[in-house]
């Protein structure tokens, strides 16, 4: 099958292509940039392909089954939508989009024309993830009853000024970046329970004096532009109530705080699980009298190379996946909520 990568960044470079090129029932045809040289290094570097600058080329190409869209996140929807409408499968990178409205024209154009729509929330292919999905269905944890995330960091605000921190660009900053994933695996492993009511702050600081931001290292650092835009939030606090679980929310792409902090508490009346994102969790229990607790060891495969493969098969089968943008727009309401939320300050109610 014949797919296109369009938008030849990070995250093609380092995820979508390598498992393209690893899957025997997958050729990429076209690498799609508006900047050539990124399409042209790419074709060069995998030696396959043609190195276009127009989406439209791509989508007006019948042997072409599906794309991967690896745009900043201002392109998704628009180049999402076309792709559909001229009868082609897609993967779109996460978030979904900047704004929930542009997120659910997306899941209307996917209803209207049945074409799938994943989106890149790969962690729902991640083995440890689904061992936990796996505990908590099995009930080792019990009843769920709250879930707390903490993504937060000292100072690594990426690329300054550039992509990353202007919301007309991006939709948002910590919460949409980092918050996008650690929201959806709470959803996914909870069975994307109903959000209810969301309260939260999302907060614009540390960042907005950029030529006075002092930091170590950061990503994107290719991106910066200090006569840029820095109007998205470097922190955010929330608490959401859903049919499931409570929510507790703190994330921070920078904090005064040197510590770095990436996990997930989910704490049951049996038994609670603390993830460490990207790696191993721990479970937590009693038996009998005694107190236990154990870090399973698991053979784990690349998580990318998971979803990739997912979405071949998904091309060729039509089987739907836990990442269709059917049940990932919820990730996407609760975000819109919390900053919703934050600009006017009080708690919002969703639909009941």
Not at 18 to 27: Q, T
Not at 125 to 138: A, Q, T
Not at 327 to 333: E, H, K, W
Request: hydrophobic residues 35%.
């Amino acid at each position: 099958m014949k797919v296109a990568i369009i938008g030849c960044g990070t995250i093609a470079n380092s995820a979508h292509i390598p498992a393209y090129m690893d899957n025997p029932d997958a050729e990429i045809k076209y690498f799609c940039d508006v900047i050539p040289e990124k399409a042209l290094s790419c074709a060069e570097k995998y030696g396959c392909g043609k190195a276009v600058t127009d989406y439209r080329e791509v989508l007006a190409d019948p042997e072409v089954a599906a794309v991967s869209v690896c745009t900043p996140n201002n392109m998704h929807a628009e180049i999402s939508i076309a792709a559909m409408r001229a009868g082609k499968d897609v993967l779109c990178e996460k978030p979904a989009a900047r704004t929930l409205a542009e997120a659910c024209e997306m899941l209307k154009v996917h209803n209207e024309t049945g074409r799938i729509l994943n989106i890149g929330v790969v962690n729902r292919f991640n083995d440890n993830v689904n061992l936990i999905k796996k505990f908590i269905d099995d009930g080792k944890l019990g009843r769920i009853y709250h879930v707390y995330m903490s993504f937060r960091s000292h100072r690594s605000i990426p690329g300054l000024g550039g992509a990353f921190t202007t919301k007309a660009i991006a939709g948002g900053g910590a919460l949409i970046d980092w918050g996008v994933h650690f929201l959806d695996i709470v959803m996914y492993c909870c069975s994307d329970p109903k959000p209810l009511t969301v309260s939260g702050e999302a907060f614009c600081e540390l960042g907005k004096d950029m030529p006075s931001y002092v930091y170590t290292s950061m990503w994107a650092e290719d991106t910066k532009n200090l006569n840029g835009t820095y109007d998205v939030d470097d922190s955010v606090a929330a608490f959401i109530r859903t049919s499931g679980p409570s929510i507790t929310v703190h994330g921070a792409w920078a904090q005064n705080i040197g510590e770095n902090e990436m996990y997930i508490d989910f704490m049951g009346d049996k038994g609670g699980i603390r993830l460490s994102y990207g790696k191993t969790f721990k479970y937590y229990t009693t038996e009998g009298e005694s107190l236990i607790s154990y870090t399973p060891e698991i053979k784990t495969r690349n998580h990318f190379k998971n979803e990739i493969n997912a979405f071949v098969k998904d091309v060729q089968t039509r089987e739907k996946l836990p990442s269709s943008i059917e049940t990932v727009i919820l990730t996407q309401q609760i975000m819109q909520a919390i900053y919703d939320s934050s600009d006017t300050h009080r708690e919002i109610t969703l639909a009941q």
